[in-house]
C-alpha cells in the first residue's frame, strides 16, 4: 500500500517561494508518474504539473508554467515542487499523486482519475 506525504506549505506573500515535498513510502518510486494538483475553496480539483518516473520529462498547466518546477529523487522516495513568484491565485490544498498506470499513455497525464493514491494535501496560502 502505497503512502504519500506531503510537507512545506504554509503562508507566503505575494511573489514569494515555497518548495513542497512529496514523500513516498510503499512503492519504488522510480517506477511511477507523481503529479501534483491542488484545490482551491469552492474549486475542483485542477492539475499543477507531473513529472515522468525517470524525471526527464515534466508537464504544467499554463497558469504555472515559466514559475513552477518538479523534481524527483528517487534514492529518497521524494518529489518536490518548487513554486516561484507565487500569486494570491496559487492559495489552494496541494496534493500528490501516485500514477500507477502511466505505461498505458504516452503522454504524462493530467486527469486526476488516472492518478491512484493521494497524500493527505498541505495547504499553500499566498497573501500579504
Known amino acids: 500500500q502505497a503512502q504519500l506525504v506531503e510537507s512545506g506549505g504554509g503562508l507566503v506573500q505575494p511573489g514569494g517561494s515555497l518548495r513542497l515535498s512529496c514523500t513516498v513510502s510503499?512503492?519504488?518510486?522510480?517506477?511511477?508518474?507523481i503529479g501534483w494538483f491542488r484545490q482551491a475553496p469552492g474549486k475542483e480539483r485542477e492539475f499543477v504539473g507531473a513529472?515522468?518516473?525517470?524525471?526527464?520529462?515534466?508537464a504544467f498547466a499554463d497558469s504555472v508554467k515559466g514559475r513552477f518546477t518538479i523534481s524527483r529523487d528517487n534514492a529518497k522516495n521524494s518529489v518536490g515542487l518548487q513554486m516561484n513568484v507565487l500569486k494570491p491565485e496559487d492559495t489552494a490544498v496541494y496534493y500528490c499523486?501516485?500514477?500507477?498506470?502511466?505505461?498505458?499513455?504516452?503522454?504524462?497525464?493530467?486527469?486526476?482519475?488516472?492518478?491512484?493514491?493521494w497524500g493527505q494535501g498541505t495547504q499553500v496560502t499566498v497573501s500579504l
Open positions: 510503499g512503492f519504488t518510486l522510480d517506477d511511477y508518474v
Open positions: 513529472i515522468s518516473s525517470s524525471g526527464g520529462r515534466t
Open positions: 499523486a501516485l500514477d500507477l498506470t502511466w505505461f498505458r499513455r504516452t503522454e504524462l497525464s493530467r486527469d486526476s482519475t488516472d492518478y491512484g493514491y
